[in-house]
């Protein structure tokens, strides 16, 4: 029987990975992403497909923890200081769309016929939007740290700190019979919250390091990597215990790590585990789309899910539009957040427990809520498709009008701000322009002012002062627009010099042609400086390096000089390989006939 068992689990295991091998890949082939993939493998493989796996609930119960290490990655992104300064876009932000969407939902329960306690559960629980399908579809589009991301990422944290205000309503809620024998007294539950969240803060400040100090100096990497799933997990099982939601537990341990020296070495630790649960999580929920709910009711189902779908996306984006938001960002953030989530599941349980719903009720909101989450991420593929594409906000840009300065720099991000410390050292008075206003925002608290403006326009060159200056230095990086801006700035002021940001050789060399005073590759001086490190640890003295260093520049410079009027590879000789013999190339007469 054991045995029988042991075999019945690891089939189970292995279909759960075949169908993710299988789907995944051929989903995102075909453009529709890997979320997407995982949903549909989930449905083919479980009870309304083909049958093979049956027990979604546990599969999902567990998979959530990729959910809470997603979190705690996150969390590590995000110093106390950066989330202190994101308060307002928190509780202000996260609060008027909660509130918005709680309003109409409800309404639209009640316009289906619902008593309003019904209409408020089904509301509240599917304003809890999905942390997981969101949180990933961010991932893949690399914008979780950009000030879109990071206000959609904000009102998901307002969300996960209201699981337990929902069920102390709820409780309220409940008839009271079945509120004395189930539900546990709503003091006693804040009580216990508010206790959780102390013990992981004072962990979090007064342990956590110590501990990791102590870990890594008995160089056992397995030893370091269950000691960052046990800070996530424990985390999770604190934040649970206490009645609050275990993705926020993690979240809260990764901030208080984010300053810690441990902090890279416990994000790849944790990044496999996240990425698999992840999937699993995907796969549950696909699973647990009941499709003999659906078409029994599908009247209901149907018409649930694009009501309420229609009426939060509705609500977010009049939310987003009055937090100055322009409407391509507001539509985005509509679509993306427009289903339910998670967390919803456990409103609608306590809610069944304590009598507020019926169990037909239940089964149909579960449904309507899996329904949305696996139909948002094909939203948000047809809207990436044929939607326009995502321009920030204007509101507030200033465009540069008569700017006296020495250095004018275009382009403000990772190599512009790093640039602009040399003449900042100096003293020189620097006049800085950008044409992301995200970027302009984001440099704002570190003291920076940066003008709204296109490089490659005469009219902003010389409002930003491109006449007066004596550099110019030129940090974008669309290779495009790198060599236009140099077109531009050498025909309207020829006398300042021109320092330029290459993307590689080959731009570098069309830059010299286009009269460029001084090109960087961007990759370069970094490179030179990893080359130099690789020979220390070889066992050469530093003067030693620095000297066979200043050989390989000094080659280098050579090469480039041959290829300004060469071509590409008329330096390839200076070139140092580590093929030992290179055949002759086969003469002409050797292919061809004379």
Not at 569 to 579: K, T, Y
Request: contains cysteine.
């Amino acid at each position: 029987m054991a045995m029988e068992g042991s075999t019945s689990q690891l089939v189970g295991i292995v279909t759960l990975l075949g169908a993710a091998v299988i789907a995944v890949p051929l989903f995102k082939r075909i453009g529709l992403g890997s979320v997407l993939g995982y949903l549909a493998a989930g449905l083919a493989i479980g009870p309304s497909g083909l049958g093979l796996m049956s027990d979604a609930q546990t599969i999902i119960h567990v998979a959530e923890l990729g959910v809470v290490m997603f979190l705690f990655i996150i969390g590590l992104e995000m110093k106390p200081s950066h989330l202190w300064s994101l308060r307002g876009q928190i509780f202000g932000l996260g609060s008027m769309q909660v509130v918005a969407s709680s309003i109409l939902l409800t309404g639209v329960g009640i316009a289906f016929g619902f008593p309003w306690q019904v209409s408020f559960v089904a509301g509240a629980g599917f304003v809890l939007t999905s942390t997981a399908i969101v949180m990933q579809v961010l991932s893949e589009r690399g914008d979780i740290q950009t000030p879109r991301g990071q206000r959609i990422v904000s009102i998901l944290l307002f969300e996960d700190l209201l699981i337990v205000p929902l069920l102390a309503i709820v409780a309220f809620l409940a008839p009271a019979d079945a509120a004395a024998t189930h539900g546990a007294p709503v003091l006693q539950k804040i009580i216990f919250a508010a206790l959780a969240l102390t013990v992981l803060i004072g962990a979090g400040i007064w342990l956590l390091n110590p501990l990791f100090r102590v870990l890594a100096k008995a160089k056992a990497r397995e030893v370091m990597t269950a000691a960052a799933l046990l800070v996530v997990l424990g985390a999770a099982l604190l934040m649970e215990l206490g009645g609050l939601s275990m993705a926020m537990g993690a979240f809260l341990a990764g901030v208080l790590l984010s300053e810690s020296t441990f902090r890279h070495q416990l994000e790849a630790d944790i990044e496999p585990f996240r990425g698999l649960l992840l999937g699993l999580f995907f796969l549950g929920v696909g699973m647990a789309l009941n499709l003999d709910v659906v078409a029994s009711n599908w009247r209901i189902v149907v018409a649930g899910v694009l009501a309420l779908m229609m009426a939060k996306a509705f609500c977010i984006y009049c939310v987003a539009r009055l937090a100055k938001s322009n409407h391509a960002e507001a539509i985005d953030r509509a679509i993306l957040m427009a289903q339910g989530g998670e967390f919803a599941f456990v409103l609608f349980t306590e809610a069944l427990k304590l009598n507020v719903i019926s169990t037909e009720i239940n089964a149909n909101i579960t449904a309507i809520v899996v329904l949305s989450m696996a139909l948002t991420p094909m939203v948000v593929v047809l809207h990436k498709r044929f939607g326009g594409k995502i321009v920030a906000s204007l509101d507030g840009m200033e465009e540069p009008r008569d700017i006296q300065a020495s250095v004018l720099i275009i382009g403000f991000g990772r190599v512009g701000q790093i640039a602009s410390q040399g003449p900042l050292a100096k003293g020189a008075k620097l006049s800085i322009i950008d044409s992301d206003p995200d970027v302009i925002r984001a440099v704002e608290p570190y003291g920076f002012k940066v003008f709204y403006g296109d490089g490659g326009r005469p009219d902003i060159l010389h409002a930003a002062g491109a006449l007066q200056a004596s550099v110019i230095l030129v940090c974008i990086n669309d290779k495009n627009a790198v060599t236009r801006i140099v077109e531009t700035a050498k025909q309207e002021c020829p006398n300042t010099k021109l320092v330029v940001r290459a993307f590689d050789r080959e731009h570098a060399l069309e830059l010299i042609k286009h009269n460029a005073d001084f090109v960087v590759r961007e990759t370069f001086e970094a490179s030179l400086q990893m080359a130099k490190q690789a020979v220390i640890l070889l066992g050469s003295e530093v003067q030693e390096a620095e000297d066979l260093i200043a050989e390989v520049r000094s080659r280098d410079a050579e090469r480039f000089a041959l290829e300004t009027t060469g071509g590409l590879f008329a330096g390839r000789a200076l070139v140092l390989g580590n093929i030992e013999y290179i055949p002759p190339p086969k003469k002409a007469e050797d292919q061809t006939t004379n």
